[in-house]
């Protein structure tokens, strides 16, 4: 690695130093259904949103919830202390595309018609706030 890459690498990871967050990778569901779940828990407070994840009817909503208690548990971490209630909030999350399965289903006629069984990568950071303020 260059110098200059190496300089670029070490400024961003002092930048992650002071941000805390979780990823997901390879969640074998949609993003666009991923992204309706989401959006429900985007800006509220952290454990309001795990109680509408936990309430929540879809499949991803689950995956979505251990996501939000990681990132908790990484705030507390680097925190040395426990999370209260009315602490920390949903700062940022996204949703990304991962890579598609591509598969083929029998047709009439000979032909083939194609599957594409999707999957998506959800990141999540949470943040005090406090520190939104400042």
Request: zero cysteines.
């Given at each position: 690695m260059g110098v200059r890459k190496?300089?670029?690498a070490d400024a961003i990871k002092e930048a992650r130093k002071s941000e805390?967050?979780?990823?997901?990778?390879n969640v074998p569901s949609s993003p666009r259904k991923m992204r309706?779940?989401?959006d429900m828990i985007r800006g509220q407070e952290a454990?309001?949103?795990?109680?509408?994840?936990?309430f929540s009817n879809k499949e991803a909503a689950r995956k979505v919830e251990k996501l939000l208690r990681s990132a908790i548990a990484n705030w507390e971490q680097k925190n040395e202390r426990k999370a209260?209630?009315?602490?920390?909030?949903v700062k940022t999350v996204f949703v990304d595309c991962a890579?598609?399965?591509k598969r083929l289903r029998p047709a009439p006629q000979g032909r083939g018609y194609r599957i594409r069984k999707r999957s998506n990568h959800v990141t999540?950071?949470?943040d005090t706030i406090n520190?939104?303020?400042a």
């Open positions: 190496r300089q670029a805390y967050f979780a990823k997901l990778h309706l779940v989401v454990f309001k949103a795990l109680g509408i994840l936990k209260e209630a009315g602490e920390l909030f890579p598609m399965l999540l950071f949470v520190n939104d303020k």
